[in-house]
């Protein structure tokens, strides 16, 4: 469960203005096609790895009429031989988010929905909504977490109440909210359980659980094959131990006092690491529990690099506009709308997105500048302060990574 980080942004504006112009082209940038991995990033990565003790990372550069620049390095699971593959499923973890809002900007456009339409409209049926004031709460207020919801909430409460149903407990989950305070002048607070609600109000108006729709809105007609739910290396929705033998193992560092001892009495300064196949609780899936393969979380992400990529989303110009313009403010972190915290360089053309994600197993983050159709994209499967580092310059350095 990540907030975002803007200490990438300052350096990221130097940086870009040296990129390779890119040929005005609305081709998705990758196929399904096998990939050769540019040996040069590889070698990057590798070393990445090792000097950081990462397991693996993953880092590509998609631009739109162009061959993608992507490579893999590491091992699937810490210690463990079992190399770490081209398309492997990498866990998106807030980068979720995202997509949860591009289906909430195409109910927009169907006109099932404004982003000026409160919780007591949509949840109509609901007694405790109409009667709270978290009732008022707009979409464009969960949207850009100005609505006062609280940062999170007691997910597992909620899942253990509906083991079958994560809609069902998505719902017990407003119903709680109902019983909380509100502030009267809602400041920016980055939250999960904002965007877990907008997830709640997809599925309840198309009527089907966010899981399906999610697929039926995005992975199928963006041809998104790899998705899926939950930890990377178990089946969708399971709850069983097993874990599948050609799956990425998520990491954290070992603590308590076995990891205490072994960086206190280890010749090596190398960190311990945890492989574990945990997740996000289930209830808040519309959040952050999103995975799949590089190539695949590219054919989402660069439609916001492309000039009409709302189209191919199903949006109209108008939503799509609102939902990528961000309340003023001074602070880079809070100029956030529509899953993405939005920022302005000319060497963008006006705008560029930023997001990042983590289920304190997996770290990943995505940066699109429109100004050069592309999308860059990067993950490791632990969560360790030199991972987020290591990532920050691995994906500066694309920026200006010269086209094969």
């Keep these: 469960m990540s907030g975002c980080s803007s200490t990438f942004l300052a350096v ?10 890119v040929a005005q082209q609305e081709e998705v940038p990758n196929s399904d096609l096998p990939v050769i ?17 990462l397991p693996a990372l993953w880092a590509g550069r998609f631009v739109t009429g162009q061959p993608p620049v992507l490579a893999v390095a590491g091992v699937r699971k810490w210690k463990e031989s079992d190399p770490a593959q081209i398309d492997d499923a990498v866990h998106l973890g807030s980068c979720t988010k995202a997509m949860t ?19 007591k409209t949509v949840f109509a049926d609901i007694s405790c909504v109409q009667d709270s004031v978290w009732g008022d709460v707009t979409i464009k207020e969960l949207l850009q977490h100005r609505s006062g919801v609280p940062a999170n909430m007691t997910y597992p409460e909620f899942d253990k109440a509906h083991p079958e149903s994560p809609s069902d407990a998505r719902r017990m989950m407003l119903e709680r909210l109902c019983t909380l305070k509100r502030s009267k002048s809602p400041k920016f607070l980055y939250s999960n359980v904002g965007y877990t609600l907008l997830g709640h109000v997809v599925e309840t108006i198309d009527g089907k659980p966010w899981e399906v729709r999610i ?5 199928t007609p963006l041809g998104i094959r790899s998705a899926g739910f939950g930890p990377v290396g178990k089946p969708d929705g399971s709850t069983s131990e097993s874990v599948l033998p050609d799956r990425v193992w998520g990491h954290t560092e070992e603590s308590g006092l076995v990891g205490l001892a072994k960086s206190l009495f280890s010749k090596s300064s190398e960190v311990s690491l945890t492989p574990e196949q945990h997740d996000n609780s289930p209830c808040m899936g519309p959040a952050g529990r999103v995975h799949m393969n590089m190539r695949d979380w590219a054919k989402f992400a660069i439609v916001y690099g492309q000039p009409n990529g709302y189209e191919t989303l199903g949006i ?29 360089a000319p060497a963008f053309d006006g705008k560029g997105y930023f997001h990042n994600g983590s289920n304190t197993m997996w770290y990943c983050y995505a940066v699109v500048t429109p100004g050069k159709q592309q999308c860059i ?6 969560y360790t302060t030199p991972a987020q580092k290591v990532c920050d310059e691995i994906a500066r350095e694309l920026v200006k990574f010269p086209a094969e």
């Design 377 to 382: 994209l990067v993950a490791t499967n632990c």
């Design 101 to 119: 809002a591009a289906m909430i900007a195409q109910l927009c456009s169907e006109e099932k929905l404004t982003l000026d339409t409160p919780l």
């Design 215 to 219: 697929h039926d809105r995005l992975f």
């Design 37 to 53: 991995e540019n040996e040069v990033l590889k070698e990057r990565l590798n070393k990445a790895c090792t000097d950081n003790s």
């Design 316 to 344: 109209s110009r108008d939503v799509w506009q609102a939902i990528l313009t961000p309340p003023e403010t001074t602070a880079e972190n809070e100029s956030y709308h529509g899953g993405w915290i939005i920022f302005d």
């Design 12 to 21: 990221l504006l130097i940086t870009l203005s040296v990129s390779p112009t």
